[in-house]
C-alpha cells in the first residue's frame, strides 16, 4: 500500500509540473475564491474613452482605487463579495457614481460610467442595474445576509438552507449523495474528512452570503461531484454594530400528529430548544481593520413520539472574523470557529433501547488565514492556509449495557436493545494550503492552483459482545459475535492542482476548460477531472445566456470507508436454546469473521453535463431552464458475504447510478421591499444504492435501473421576504415534495432479507411544508428592538421520513418530521 501511494505521488507530481508546461506563466479567473471582480469602462457623452479616469469602489468596509488605463478601462481583480458604489472622476468633468453593485462570488460586473464635460463637485449617481455574467458557463444560486438571517429555519443550521434551493432533495444535490456536496466557509473547506458532513456549524446570524454551484463547476473545485457551498461569514465594517438574541420553543408549542400510530409512547414528538446569541463587529482602523465576532449557546430536548427517552444536546457555536486592508493590493482574513458539544442519548428513536444508548462529546476547530495580493490589474495571487480538527468521544449512557441484541422477525423487521453498547473515541487534523495564481492575458482569463495538505485520522474502539436472535424466525439458535478492539491510526499526504482558462472566443461566446489533478492517500489514487463549458450571450446586452458543460468530478472517500474495511473482525458462536435475555446459553464454535476491501480502491466519480438558459426580465426578474445528466461510477457500496468458516462484510467501489433532472427557477432581486425565489424539479435517480453502511446480502444487489432510495421525482419549492408598513417584516418558505420510495423485504431462516417485488417499488406519501416568521421592529434612540414570531409545518402536515418494510405491515410510518410548531423571539440590534 504504501509503495501504491508513493507511485501515486509521483503522478501527481508529474502532472502538475506537465500542467505548467501546458499553461506556462498563465493562472485563471478575473476573481479570486471569496471574490468577484468589477470592471469598470469610463467614456465622455461622445463614447470615447478616458484614460487616466480615478476610480474608486467602496463598501460599507472597504475602499478600493486605480485609474483607467488608455482605453479608459480598469479591473479591480479581487473584490469581496459585498455591495459597492462606484465612482469615477477626471479633471474639467462631473464626477459619476453607481450604486448598489452588487459582486458576487467568482462573477464580474461589467460598470460603464459616462462623464460630462464640465467641472463640478456634484457627483450623479445612478442605480446599477442587474446582470447575468456571461462569461460563466454554469449557473449559481445565492441568497444574500438579509435573505439568510431572516428566512425561518426550524434548527437555525446555515446548511439547511441548500434545501431551499433548486436541484436539492434532502442534502442531495442532483441525485448525487448528500455527502459529495462540499462546503466551504471563507473558502476553506467545511466537510469532515472522516464521515463526510458539515465539520462546523454556525449561528444563522452569523452567515453574510450563501451560494450553491449545483453543477458545471471549474476546475477550482475538487473532492465533491454533487455541488459546491461557498459561505462567507459576516464581515466587520467601518461601523459599530452590536447584536442580542433569543429563541424559544417547548414542547407546549408542538402540535400532536394528524394521525394516532401504533407503538406511540408520546401524544406528540417532544421538541424544547432554546437559542441564545450575541455578536459584536466593528472597525479598528477604518477602511483598513475591521472585526466581527459571534457566540451562541443552544440547548435541544429533541425526540420522536416512538422513543422512551429524549436526546439532550448542549452547544457552543463560536466565530471570529479579522479583516486587514493595509493597501489597495493587499487583502488579508482571519477566521476562527468553534463547536463544542455535550450529547445524552445520541439517538432517540423506537429500535433503541433506552438503557443501550450512548452519550458523547463532539469538539471542533477550523482555523483559517487568507492574503490576496494585486501585482496589477492583471495578475493576482491568493494564499490560503487552513487547520480543522475534531475530537469526538462515544460512550454507553448505561456502564452496565454489555450485549447488543438483534432480533429478527418474520415481517421483514428487525428489533435491536442498541447499537452503541462500545466506547469509541475518533480523532481528526488536517491541515491545507492552497495557492492559486491568477491572470488577465488578452481574452483569457487564466488560473493556476495549488492545493496540498496532511490529514491524519486515529479512531479507538472497543466493543462490547452482539447477540442476534432468530428464533422469531423459526431457528433453534442465536449468533454470539466477539469483537477485536479497533485502532486505526492513519495519516497522509492529500494534494490537488489545476489549470482553468476562461476564453473570450468572440463578442458574445466564452469557451472555458479546465482540468483538475487529485491524489488522495486515503486510497492511493491519482485521478485527471476534465471540464469544459460554452457559454453564449444570445441578445448581446448580458441580460440573456444560453450555457452548456460537461466534466468529471472525482468524489472523496471518507476515512470511515477504510476504518471499516481495516477492522480486525473476530469470532461467532452457535448458541442453542438461550435461556435469558442476553449473551447466555451454551456456546459452539461457529467460526471467524472479518472485513475486507476487495479489489482496488477505485475512485468514486461522475460524468455530469448540463444545458440551460438564464434570462433578465425587467430589472428584477431572473428566470433560469436547465436539464441535467449525470453518470455516477464507482459508488461506494457495503455487503455481507459467507465463506465458512468466516463471513465477511465487504466494501466494493462497485455502484453504478444515474440521475436526469429538468429545474425551472425564477428570482426576484430585492427591490420595492421584497425578494423572493421559486423553483420546480423534475428528476429521475436510478441504481446505486444506499449509502455506505447499509450491508447488502447476495439477494439485496441494488438493481441498475431500480429507481434510488433518495429519489423524489417532483419538488416544488417557494422562499422569499418582504418589509411591510410599520415596522414589519414577514419571511416564508414552502416546499412540496414526492415522497421517497422503499421495497418491501422478507426473511429467511438464517435472517438474510430479500426483495418482495421490485427494488423501491412503493412510495411513502408526499411531504410539504409551510413555514412563516414575521418580526415586528421598535426604534428606541439608537436602539432596535423586534419581537419574532415563527411557525414551522403551519398546516401540520404528515411528512413521513421511514416505514416499516415487512411483508405484513410495510408502509406503517416509524419516523416523520416534527408537526405544526411555533417558536418565538426577540431581538436587539445596536
Known amino acids: 500500500m504504501a509503495k501504491k501511494r508513493m507511485r501515486g505521488l509521483g503522478s501527481a507530481i508529474a502532472v502538475i509540473v506537465a500542467l505548467f508546461v501546458v499553461f506556462p506563466a498563465t493562472t485563471a479567473l478575473a476573481q479570486g475564491d471569496l471574490t468577484g471582480s468589477i470592471v469598470v469602462t469610463v467614456k465622455d457623452q461622445d463614447g470615447g474613452a478616458l484614460p487616466g479616469a480615478a476610480i474608486t469602489i467602496r463598501s460599507s468596509s472597504i475602499s478600493l482605487s486605480g485609474v483607467t488605463n488608455n482605453v479608459g478601462l480598469y479591473r479591480f481583480l479581487a473584490v469581496p463579495a459585498g455591495v459597492y458604489e462606484v465612482r469615477a472622476e477626471l479633471a474639467g468633468f462631473t464626477p459619476s457614481a453607481l450604486s448598489g453593485v452588487n459582486v458576487r462570488f467568482g462573477e464580474t460586473y461589467n460598470a460603464s460610467l459616462t462623464l460630462q464635460l464640465g467641472a463640478t463637485d456634484k457627483v450623479t449617481v445612478t442605480a446599477a442595474l442587474p446582470q447575468v455574467d456571461v ?16 428566512i425561518p429555519l426550524r434548527n437555525r443550521n446555515f446548511q439547511d438552507l441548500v434545501n431551499l434551493l433548486p436541484g436539492v432533495v434532502d442534502g442531495s444535490v442532483q441525485g448525487s449523495r448528500p455527502e459529495t456536496t462540499g462546503y466551504r466557509i471563507d473558502g476553506a473547506s467545511d466537510v469532515e474528512p472522516y464521515q463526510s458532513g458539515v465539520a462546523l456549524t454556525f449561528s444563522q446570524y452569523a452567515i453574510d452570503r450563501f451560494e450553491l454551484v ?16 461557498n459561505v462567507t461569514t459576516r464581515n466587520g465594517t467601518n461601523g459599530f454594530v452590536g447584536h442580542l438574541g433569543y429563541y424559544f420553543r417547548d414542547n407546549s408549542l408542538v402540535a400532536e400528529p394528524p394521525v394516532t400510530y401504533p407503538d406511540q409512547l408520546h401524544d406528540k414528538a417532544p421538541d424544547t430548544r432554546r437559542f441564545y446569541e450575541a455578536a459584536i463587529g466593528g472597525p479598528i482602523t477604518k477602511d483598513k481593520l475591521q472585526y466581527f465576532a459571534t457566540l451562541e449557546y443552544r440547548t435541544a430536548d429533541v425526540g420522536n413520539v416512538f422513543a422512551a427517552r429524549t436526546s439532550l444536546t448542549k452547544s457552543y457555536l463560536g466565530s471570529f472574523k479579522l479583516n486587514y486592508t493595509p493597501t489597495t493590493n493587499d487583502q488579508w482574513t482571519f477566521f476562527a470557529g468553534a463547536n463544542l458539544s455535550d450529547i445524552h442519548n445520541t439517538v432517540a428513536n423506537k429500535y433503541i433501547a433506552p438503557e443501550f444508548n450512548a452519550d458523547g462529546t463532539d469538539n471542533r476547530v477550523l482555523l483559517n488565514a487568507q492574503q490576496t495580493h494585486i501585482f496589477s490589474d492583471s495578475f493576482f495571487i491568493e494564499s490560503q492556509l487552513s487547520y480543522l480538527s475534531t475530537n469526538v468521544k462515544l460512550k454507553p449512557t448505561d456502564p452496565d449495557a454489555h450485549v447488543t441484541l438483534y432480533e429478527f422477525y418474520p415481517d421483514g423487521n428487525t428489533r435491536t436493545s442498541g447499537r452503541y453498547t462500545s466506547n ?23 488560473r493556476f492552483g495549488a492545493d496540498l495538505g496532511y490529514l491524519k485520522t486515529t479512531v479507538s474502539q472497543r466493543i462490547n459482545p452482539t447477540r ?35 476564453w473570450k472566443a468572440g463578442p458574445r461566446l466564452t469557451v472555458d476548460f479546465g482540468v483538475r489533478v487529485e491524489y488522495q492517500k486515503i486510497i492511493g489514487n491519482t485521478d485527471v477531472a476534465p471540464r469544459i463549458g460554452l457559454s453564449y450571450d444570445l441578445t448581446g446586452d448580458a441580460k440573456t445566456k444560453l450555457y452548456a458543460n460537461w466534466g468529471k468530478y472525482v468524489e472523496r472517500v471518507y476515512d470511515r470507508y477504510l476504518e471499516w474495511g481495516s477492522q480486525p473482525g473476530g469470532e461467532f458462536f452457535y448458541v442453542f436454546d438461550p435461556t435469558g435475555p442476553l449473551a447466555d446459553g451454551t456456546e459452539i464454535p461457529g467460526g471467524g469473521f472479518g472485513y475486507r476491501i476487495l479489489g482496488d480502491n477505485k475512485t468514486p466519480y461522475v460524468e455530469s453535463w448540463t444545458l440551460g438558459g438564464e434570462r433578465l426580465v425587467g430589472s428584477d426578474f431572473r428566470l433560469g431552464l436547465s436539464y441535467t445528466e449525470k453518470r455516477l461510477f464507482h ?20 455502484g453504478k447510478g444515474s440521475y436526469r433532472g429538468v429545474s425551472l427557477v425564477a428570482n426576484k432581486r ?35 435501473d431500480s429507481i434510488e432510495d433518495s429519489d423524489r421525482s417532483h419538488v416544488f419549492k417557494l422562499s422569499g421576504f418582504g418589509r411591510l408598513p410599520w415596522g414589519f417584516l414577514v419571511s416564508t418558505s414552502y416546499r412540496y415534495a414526492t415522497g421517497l420510495p422503499y421495497s418491501i423485504f422478507g426473511t429467511d431462516e438464517t435472517g438474510g432479507s430479500f426483495y418482495i417485488g421490485k427494488r423501491n417499488s412503493h412510495r411513502m406519501s408526499s411531504v410539504q411544508a409551510l413555514d412563516l416568521s414575521l418580526q415586528k421592529a421598535f426604534r428606541i434612540g439608537g436602539l432596535e428592538l423586534s419581537l419574532v414570531g415563527e411557525a414551522f409545518n403551519v398546516f401540520n402536515h404528515e411528512n413521513v421520513t421511514a416505514v416499516t418494510t415487512g411483508v405484513t405491515n410495510h408502509g406503517e410510518p416509524t419516523d416523520f418530521e416534527v408537526g405544526r410548531t411555533f417558536q418565538f423571539g426577540v431581538k436587539f440590534d445596536f
Do not use: C
Open 135 to 150: 462569461s460563466l458557463t454554469s449557473t449559481r444560486e445565492h441568497m444574500d445576509q438579509q435573505f439568510v438571517q431572516d
Open 214 to 229: 449545483p453543477g458545471g463547476f471549474q476546475a477550482r473545485y475538487g473532492e465533491f461531484s454533487g455541488g459546491v457551498v
Open 424 to 446: 469509541k473515541v475518533t480523532k481528526l487534523d488536517r491541515t491545507r494550503l492552497t495557492e492559486t495564481l491568477s491572470w488577465f492575458l488578452g481574452q483569457h482569463d487564466v
Open 468 to 502: 442476534f436472535d432468530f428464533r422469531p424466525l423459526g431457528s433453534e439458535f442465536a449468533l454470539h459475535y466477539y469483537f477485536d478492539p479497533v485502532e486505526y491510526d492513519e495519516g497522509g499526504f492529500e494534494g490537488a492542482g489545476y489549470a482553468q482558462d476562461t
Open 635 to 654: 459508488q461506494l457500496l457495503t455487503y455481507s458475504t459467507s465463506s465458512p468458516p468466516v463471513d465477511f462484510y465487504d466494501f466494493r467501489a462497485d
Open 670 to 704: 430585492f427591490a420595492n421591499s421584497w425578494e423572493a425565489q421559486a423553483s420546480y424539479t423534475w428528476s429521475r435517480a436510478e441504481g446505486m444504492g444506499s449509502a455506505l453502511g447499509t450491508f447488502y446480502g447476495p439477494t439485496l444487489i441494488p438493481p441498475q
